[in-house]
């Protein structure tokens, strides 16, 4: 017995850590405590030496401290806050609409091409969501639309900021698998339209075999004179237009990296904040200190998923997973894959995604890069690329999945009390269906993926 268990401490030390996130303490400390006291554990029963300990702080420090990549987190995170408060989504939202009346459902269908170009600029779902909520959905629930769709449309178009670049979640997962961020986000373009197309023609169809659910935008909600109507469209498109472009416009051309783009990205947000006349000292202040609290929840995980991937690592993590894949019969590649695909699924029911592509990542992507998928992919480079962005893209119903979605949290914040977290649960249920949809079509063609990379070089 007490072979065994020194034999399976990485097995309770995953068991132990999903046990106690589960009782609700916070993740960064949990994942760098379980991993101190496995480390113990593991000293105790003679499968980790103590002189390994010594090696936690300077890869904490090298991973993450002095990670130039995640400097991009910092400044992608700064820049959305900004837009969030700058009021530029306001006026999108009103161009929208009046482009989209005559289309069933164009209401919904604005909001949600709003939160498509809105996640090219800003990266962060928890401002996409709340700047949705507050803006658009008075004006949904006014103009006669049911309240699921309502919610529902919100929620799923301000996830998307988690995939289509510049996107924080990106940034980390091409630093944890040693791929560059500019690949991934190349790769991701494509994935998140087709994600935001499959919502559009849903909502489409949906409006136009039930109008009652989606009433159309009533006459008087549009510009009558065209001069009017061409200076809103400018007035509109002009600002998000010139941010994408100085952000992925750099990348994409090689003029900047990730994190230099992230610094201009900042600089472009400031600039349109003060031309829309809400640059002031106030607005900053609020702007430095929501920067300041996302950033530190985002890098204290960051420590403590680095501890605890290490010493489970060290516990013989990875080998033992593959024992246990096989021994379940899970031994070909596109087996582990769909395996992989189901269990990030179901975590993310009950997990962040900065959680579970910490912990999945690392223990899966090994046990895969010794797969051949030729011929769905031909090199393992490529594999690599298409497997991080399929896992991204399964990790946006992370956000939408009850009970612990974030996404809902952060509307059922901001809803009025007429919202209820019925409405919120019963909107979305057909968006996670629609998610599932767009990431078999990932799947089944990854040129959808790896297109992009190889029109733009990252793949030469």
């Known amino acids: 017995m007490y072979e065994w268990i020194g034999d399976h401490l990485s097995v309770l030390m ?30 105790a029963f003679d499968v980790f030496r103590p002189a390994q300990f010594g090696s936690l702080i300077p890869r904490i420090w090298g991973q993450a401290v002095q990670n130039q990549v995640l400097i991009a987190v910092p400044m992608f995170v700064f820049m959305g ?21 005559r289309i069933p459902g164009g209401l919904a269908m604005s909001v949600t091409l709003m939160g498509t170009i809105m996640a090219a600029t800003t990266g962060i779902v928890g401002a996409s969501v709340i700047m949705l909520t507050l803006i658009a959905l008075p004006t949904m629930l006014a103009a006669g639309y049911s309240k699921e769709l ?23 997962m091409g630093d944890l698998m040693t791929i560059s961020v500019g690949t991934l986000f190349t790769a991701a373009i494509l994935p998140g339209l087709v994600m935001a197309g499959v919502y559009l023609v849903y909502i489409c169809v949906l409006a136009y075999f039930r109008p009652d659910l989606a009433p159309p935008l ?10 009017d109507f061409t200076r809103m469209i400018l007035r509109s498109f002009l600002p998000p237009a ?42 900053m202040r609020e ?59 179901i975590m993310g029911f009950f997990f962040d995604w900065l959680e579970i592509c910490l912990i999945v990542l690392p223990i899966f992507a090994p046990i895969l890069g010794k797969v051949d998928f030729a011929p769905h992919i031909a090199s393992n480079k490529e594999f690599m690329i298409w497997f991080v962005s399929i896992v991204a893209v399964n990790l946006q119903t992370a ?8 996404a809902l949290f952060y509307m059922k914040a901001t809803v009025p009390p007429s919202i209820t977290m019925q409405h919120i649960y019963r909107g979305i249920i057909p968006f996670v269906a629609l998610q599932l949809v767009a990431l078999a079509i990932c799947i089944i063609f990854p040129e959808i993926v790896l297109w992009t990379p190889r029109y733009f070089g990252f793949l030469d």
């Open 218 to 227: 009533a006459a008087a909600a549009t510009p009558t004179e065209s001069g």
């Open 242 to 283: 010139f941010l994408i472009f100085v952000v992925l416009g750099s990348i994409f051309g090689g003029w900047a990296t990730p994190t230099e783009a992230g610094g201009t990205g900042c600089a472009g947000a400031l600039l349109l904040a003060w031309w829309n006349k809400r640059l002031n000292m106030k607005m």
């Open 287 to 345: 702007v430095i200190e929501s920067s300041a609290l996302t950033n530190a929840l985002v890098f204290f995980i960051i420590f403590g998923a680095t501890l605890f991937s290490f010493v489970f690592r060290a516990l013989g993590g990875d080998d033992l997973v593959a024992e246990l894949l096989k021994a379940a019969g899970i031994d070909t590649g596109w087996e582990i894959l769909i395996f992989v695909m189901v269990l990030v699924f």
């Open 81 to 101: 806050t900004i837009l969030e408060k700058s009021g530029i989504a306001d006026e999108l939202l009103k161009a929208l609409q009046v482009l989209t009346k």
């Open 399 to 406: 956000f939408l999945t009850p009970p612990f979605g974030f």
């Open 14 to 43: 995953f068991l132990v850590l999903t046990f106690i996130m589960f009782v609700g303490y916070p993740v960064a400390f949990v994942l760098g405590g379980v991993a101190l006291a496995f480390g113990a554990l593991g000293i």
């Open 150 to 172: 309502s919610v529902g449309t919100i929620a799923s178009a301000g996830t998307l900021g988690i995939l289509i670049p510049p996107s924080i979640m990106l940034v980390i």
